[in-house]
């Protein structure tokens, strides 16, 4: 099974790729970012922050 893009010929096998790759046809104003609270880390996915967390805990920043 394949996931279409109703706005341009891109299509996925997954559609959670499919949901990240709508975010380019939005105005970046209107993306949700989530932002890192311990650098300037800033994503457009919950998932690609929680994996970038790890890079802090060995730094002892994660309680």
Do not use: N
Not at 3 to 19: D, N, S, V
Not at 31 to 51: E, H, I, M, Q
């Amino acid at each position: 099974m394949t996931y279409q893009c109703a706005l341009c010929p891109y299509k996925a096998k997954h559609k959670g790729y499919l949901t990240k790759h709508m975010l380019i046809h939005k105005d970046p104003s209107e993306v949700k970012t989530y932002d890192c609270s311990f650098c300037s880390y800033k994503a457009k996915v919950k998932g690609s922050l929680t994996r970038h967390m790890l890079t802090h805990k060995d730094a002892s920043e994660i309680v």
